[in-house]
């Protein structure tokens, strides 16, 4: 009797969506607002309100761990290129080159994941979608800003050496997932802010949408993980005591922001693909049918 | 009104439930088989019936693409060593070392791959879940074994040639999955084939076994990468028409077998990741209370 226990089961979902609407509420309204269920039976939801609450605790633990990860990740890359890689320059030396690890890890992955979580925090879902879209697109915007100029320093800096560009697989991994990158923000600027496109065709791309960022984010990270280690094998093969293999200081400091950024990729992918965090349907009607932002200016 | 809203769209919910139970039975039941409501109102259920068809077809295009992935990427990485970097031996020689990209991408990846997306194949899903389960736990086997003499043929190379072992981020990330892999496949063991565990820690703990797998699959996409990369640069160092950035045709091979991985990659995690795509939950009851392999045998 599949289906009889497929029924069951929904019976038993549908109470649950029941309870999330409650949790939906939790963070900045009070429980009046929620409909006559709750009002009318508060102490059938104690466990709810339990439950909720260490929902809403557990996703902030991960989210304050995501927001050290992604300092930790920033310091780490800067004290690197700043101390042991001799600075930064814009002038086609090997200091220039130094902006490539820098932009990368700071806009393509720190940047970038933030973004990319920035609908999962529960402070956010009693207020209108709309400012949150904008923030979401601008931080997605200048993380891929800040990508292209750190293409730009490897590019200027290879050209001034005469080395060829875009021949390892490092480079191939990275250069694919900034171009994924672009592609995803401009059709998320077309689907989901530009009044044109259908409510239909928004609700279907819109999954297609957070998967492609998911799998953006563990190219950026392949990328990251292959060119630190390509970084640290070019520049660590002098005597014993410099060389990679005698893990010196320089090549632990690049291990650990390896670590890091495996860390900071498994945090974010862990609050995204976490169903209770996903922010729930608004009361307003524009969220609802996905009304893109430059039509809810005009309406 | 958000409790209003929700409670309508829980209603909907049930309701793609209920066809998505037909669609479960699809594969290998007939209509009869699934309720009183599909043999009351068939004509209802034409939309879902083709809606089904169309999910069922798509998977099988990416298992398809799935597979012609993992077989390209191990036909790739024998290539590459045993044609451009002199084949395979066991005497701490750099030919021992040929087995560990070989036996990393194979059992690593490919078998680790395969053995994930298994029960997402509609063939599998009328069936008693024992066998698969049985089949899953044997193949992440053998892809452990596989990963644990790949892991030992470099460390016998760097040992007979005296070069440390894990010093490198490639290697960090590479033991890292490996013994989160080892892990994962003792507590798989632990909480869903043997008896002792309660019911309720299975449920608990299958959402975070299913996360886990994908995470370990991406830690070893990049290991590879990095891997890959990492071994080009230290064997095309020749002249200029051999160096890496030239690009000679093994550069070519090994590049595009780090495309290869990354392409598999994300195949896997698009078939793990669709929620349409997941086995339902079985009319036989130790399927509904996740009843391991060892009790229901001695049942």
Not at 77 to 87: E, F, P, Q, T
Not at 233 to 241: E, I, M, R, S, Y
Not at 243 to 259: D, F, K, T
Request: proline share 5%.
């Amino acid at each position: 009797m599949p289906c009889a226990v497929n029924k069951e089961m929904s019976r038993q979902q549908m109470q649950q969506d029941v309870l999330r609407c409650s949790s939906a509420c939790f963070p900045l309204r009070s429980s009046t607002e929620c409909g006559s269920e709750t009002s009318a039976h508060p102490e059938k939801h104690e466990p709810a309100d339990l439950s909720r609450m260490a929902s809403i605790v557990s996703f902030y633990v991960c989210y304050l761990l995501c927001l050290c990860l992604s300092l930790a990740c920033v310091v780490c890359v800067c004290v690197w290129n700043s101390h042991w890689r001799g600075g930064f320059a814009w002038d086609g030396s090997v200091l220039q080159f130094n902006w490539h690890p820098v932009l990368m890890v700071t806009g393509l992955l720190v940047l970038y994941g933030n973004a990319a979580v920035l609908y999962r925090v529960p402070l956010t879902w009693g207020q209108n979608k709309r400012p949150w879209k904008l923030l979401h697109a601008a931080l997605m915007l200048l993380a891929l800003v800040l990508s292209i100029v750190g293409l730009c320093a490897v590019f200027n800096f290879h050209n001034a050496v005469n080395t060829p560009n875009l021949y390892s697989l490092h480079s191939w991994i990275g250069i694919a997932a900034t171009a994924l990158f672009a592609l995803q923000w401009v059709l998320g600027l077309a689907v989901f802010l530009l009044p044109c496109p259908p409510a239909s065709l928004r609700a279907l791309l819109k999954p297609v949408h957070v998967w492609m960022g998911g799998s953006i984010l563990w190219l950026c990270i392949a990328a990251c993980i292959s060119g630190i280690n390509e970084k640290l094998f070019f520049v660590l093969k002098g005597g014993a005591a410099e060389a990679y293999a005698s893990l010196p200081a320089e090549a632990l400091l690049g291990n650990c922001l390896g670590v890091l950024i495996v860390a900071f990729g498994l945090v974010v992918l862990k609050i995204l693909s976490n169903q209770n965090w996903q922010r729930p349907p608004d009361s307003r009607s524009e969220d609802l049918v996905y009304t893109p932002v430059l039509q809810e200016e005009n309406e």
